[in-house]
């Protein structure tokens, strides 16, 4: 089989003309050596010369070793490609002796090192079906024979995965655990695990009938028991309560299909390639890792967009991976759009299972049983789509169940893979502004979507970045003491623990923190920021390209987190980027160019300007302090700074702790210093000159944090002149002040006013016990409060700070008025 015959010789020019693969190869870990300066052995699961006509094409595409070339060491050939799986009955002795003899190899030299490089071909990715195990098409399940090999050709030719995975030094395998036979055996043994997750990993688990699976979902222990409590508590009959629960898991349940995500991919490829330059995707080698390991993966991403849904499970599928189950609302279930998701493998859930606990239990048993068959699961913690450009307060119901999930005895490993999507254009930003302005959400339809396909246009630039993944398991044995006294083997559903609460809170904060850790920096979001940071909305060309270049900075030489996107483009390109999506105008005089943005555009800039705010808000209050007080030594820009991060930290999900600050702090003025931004000496960092350049890179900078910090003066103000107050009113008011500025200073930023963003701030005061509570329910402020005000006000505009005590005091004389008519 090693020079494949006259046979292969002769059917490998049709094979290439029938066949068309994509090949994916996972990167080496940190620190090893490339495979190409080491001899090179290819691991496959059986033998087949469609297969090897496959490896053949896709090494030569990776600039890896042909696999038709000898390989000869100390004089001694060795086989280039070795099969797990042979014709022969004894294959896997095969196997053994050819693993044995390269760990011989290198007992006899212990300079060699042999990279077994595993291969898997998949011809199509069908799962097959539990129900039907026997049946003839398959996909690759079996070691198949001639004949269905050729139908798989024929009819999977053109949807061919090549998946490389990690090389394995052999040679270090056999410095640490020798190289008799045993190591052989084991080593073949390894192999065939290796095979059979890369497989679970590319197609996933067998389908399930679904309506065995209906059946045999209620028949579960803990349905039969939410199924008596509805008799008891609705006192109806058992079969009126079941028939219930069966229509329940109908409405829940995907219907995946194969065939259709296949049919989809190719729809996909042709879409995006029409509205998209390119999809920047990073992170895939973590969760091709994963799978590979065997863990179950819940991918939880940011919601910005419909699109959300179609682009990562088609980036997902062309990392090599099966798409993952998604949970999407009840709301998209509509003719003919829900059966197609329900077919791509979304499952439908309700906006809220408030009172309904046998909808609540169904829900749960389900997600259960996709945890325990092994299928990937996607959803979104905030809950729906974001309508700011924020991040969202995560909605911890999934995450909750997700542990309780585990708490069930889940056997595999599971990792919660955080994923920032992000984009030049999202369709959908008019009719959020609208929203914020008090319309109704429109209800999903049919003409709906025919009305957003006919507005596709070229969206510039997508990404996608898989993040950092949270083991479970590791999570809670940091977060809770003996959690694993919770778990319960059998099928019943465990009690809550007390823990639960509090840790899912904590797991939902750390997630989106994930989010934010994988943000990525583009041609529009930081144009945005650039421009929406000026007086009037407008900058010359040269002042737009100079503050590009001090954002790469900052984002290059002080990264917030190392899986932060940050573009590699100059300036130049970044601004070219931006000017084809048309959101921008142009004015040319004999001066050169002027760029801004109009009033209503500028509004709709804010969303994607708040994409990466958390990435620019610790460096632009560095700026404000210096601006503010036009020197400051070091020690008092990090106090500042950590005065106020706590709130920052809550409202932006930001992932750096306090105590890691005053490293943060010195690193980006060290930045601002190189760039010439501010001087130093004495001790002490000055701003520069007002008639420098550098001075208005400088304002622009401090401007990305003033709409923030304009925002908590008026809470700090209101709060210290109107205690005690209702948490209710505190907010309104708030609310009410915000909108009142915004109008007067012309703050466009729906963000800004937001009851959201106001209720955040004040939970985040009150759990620094900067709020107390009196008996009455009424918020009061703590004596530090005012001293953290002081601080803020310092650091706003006069004009501003004037406009916010001159409103607080009209609003306590109309909030007394009101209360002496009342008495």
């Given amino acids: 089989m090693a020079s ?18 994509i090949a994916i190869a996972d990167d080496a870990e940190s620190g090893d050596a490339s495979v190409a300066d080491k001899p090179v052995v290819y691991v496959m699961r059986s033998t087949s010369r469609a297969d090897y006509s496959i490896l053949q ?6 600039q890896l070793p042909d696999p038709s070339m000898p390989l000869v060491i100390n004089g001694k050939s060795f086989t280039r490609v070795m099969y797990l799986e042979q014709a022969e009955s004894d294959s896997s002795q095969q196997a053994i002796e050819d693993f044995h003899q390269l760990l011989e190899a290198h007992h006899a030299d212990q300079q060699l090192d042999i990279q077994l490089l595993p291969v898997g071909v998949f011809w199509g990715r069908k799962p097959g079906q539990e129900a039907r195990d026997g049946a003839t098409m398959t996909g690759d399940l079996d070691n198949p024979g001639h004949l269905r090999k050729f139908w798989l050709v024929l009819f999977s030719g053109r949807q061919v995965l090549c998946r490389f995975s990690r090389p394995v030094s052999l040679g270090t395998m056999a410095r640490q655990s020798g190289s008799d036979i045993k190591i052989a055996h084991k080593l073949a043994r390894v192999a065939r695990v290796h095979f059979v997750r890369m497989r679970h990993a590319v197609a996933g688990p067998k389908l399930s009938d679904r309506n065995e699976l209906m059946h045999g979902l209620i028949s579960s222990p803990a349905l039969k028991k939410a199924i008596a409590d509805e008799q008891r508590s609705n006192k109806v009959s058992e079969q009126e309560a079941r ?3 069966l229509s329940y898991v109908n409405e829940i349940a995907a219907n995946y299909s194969e065939t259709l995500v296949r049919v989809l991919d190719r729809f996909m490829t042709w879409m995006w390639s029409r509205i998209y330059n390119g999809i920047d995707v990073r992170g895939g080698d973590r969760i091709r890792k994963l799978a590979q390991q065997g863990h179950e993966i819940i991918y ?3 919601h910005r967009s419909h699109m959300d849904y179609l682009l990562l499970s088609y980036v997902i599928y062309k990392q090599g991976l099966v798409p993952p189950h998604i949970a999407a609302g009840v709301n998209l279930n509509f003719f003919p759009v829900g059966s197609i998701f329900r077919r791509g493998g979304a499952f439908f859930i309700r906006r809220s299972f408030r009172g309904n606990k046998l909808y609540s239990a169904v829900f749960r048993e389900y997600l259960c049983w996709l945890f325990q068959k092994g299928y990937p699961v996607e959803y979104f913690s905030e809950g729906g789509r974001s309508r700011t450009g924020r991040l969202l307060p995560p909605k911890t119901g999934m995450l909750a169940m997700t542990v309780q999930g585990m708490l069930r005895g889940q056997q595999r490993p599971i990792s919660l893979v955080p994923v920032y999507l992000g984009y030049e254009h999202i369709m959908e930003v008019a009719t959020y502004l609208k929203e914020l302005k008090g319309k109704n959400k429109e209800k999903e339809s049919m003409w709906q979507v025919l009305g957003s396909i006919r507005k596709l246009k070229n969206f510039g630039q997508g990404y996608v970045t898989f993040g950092k993944p949270i083991n479970l398991k590791d999570f809670l044995d940091r977060q809770v003491d003996d959690w694993q006294s919770s778990v319960t083997r059998g099928a019943e559903e465990p009690e809550r623990p007390q823990w639960l609460t509090p840790a899912v809170n904590r797991l939902a904060e750390t997630v989106m923190r994930g989010i934010n850790d994988a943000a990525a920096a583009n041609s529009v979001n930081l144009t945005a920021l650039a421009i929406l940071s000026s007086e009037h909305h407008a900058l010359t060309r040269e002042e737009l390209l100079s503050q590009l270049r001090v954002y790469q900075g900052l984002l290059k030489e002080v990264p917030y987190t190392q899986d932060v996107n940050v573009p590699t483009a100059t300036a130049e390109e970044l601004w070219n980027q931006a000017k084809r999506t048309d959101k921008f105008t142009i004015n040319e005089d004999t001066m050169g160019q002027v760029i801004g943005l109009e009033n209503a555009n500028a509004i709709a800039m804010t969303y994607y300007r708040n994409n990466i705010l958390h990435l620019m808000i610790v460096p632009g209050i560095v700026a404000t302090a210096l601006v503010a007080k036009k020197q400051q030594t070091l020690s008092q820009l990090i106090e500042q700074v950590q005065q106020v991060y706590p709130m ?10 306090v105590d890691e600050v005053p490293l943060w702090v010195e690193a980006i003025v060290e930045e601002l210093q190189r760039q010439g931004l501010v001087s130093f000496s004495g001790g002490v960092y000055h701003m520069v000159s007002r008639e420098s350049a550098q001075w208005l890179q400088l304002q622009l900078l401090a401007r990305s944090a003033s709409e923030t910090l304009q925002r908590y003066s008026i809470v700090l103000e209101l709060l210290q002149q109107a205690q005690p107050i209702q948490r209710a009113e505190l907010e309104r008011h708030s609310i009410t002040l915000a909108e009142r500025l915004s109008a007067i200073h012309g703050i466009n930023a729906p963000e800004f006013y937001d009851k959201k963003v106001m209720s955040t701030f004040i939970a985040s005061l009150k759990s620094q016990d900067l709020l107390n509570v009196n008996d009455d329910g009424q918020q009061i402020a703590a004596p530090a409060i005012g001293a953290l005000s002081d601080r803020i006000d310092a650091l706003i505009d006069p004009p501003v700070l004037q406009t916010i005590r001159q409103s607080v005091q009209q609003l306590l004389v109309e909030m007394q008025k009101k209360a002496d008519n009342s008495g």
């Fill in 4 to 21: 494949q015959g006259w046979f292969y010789s002769v059917i490998k020019h049709p094979l290439r003309w029938l066949t068309r693969f």
């Fill in 57 to 62: 094409r896709a090494a030569r595409q990776k």
């Fill in 243 to 245: 028939k219930k629960a």
């Fill in 300 to 302: 939880v991403p940011c």
């Fill in 648 to 657: 920052l930290q809550a409202e932006l999900f930001l992932s750096h702790e």
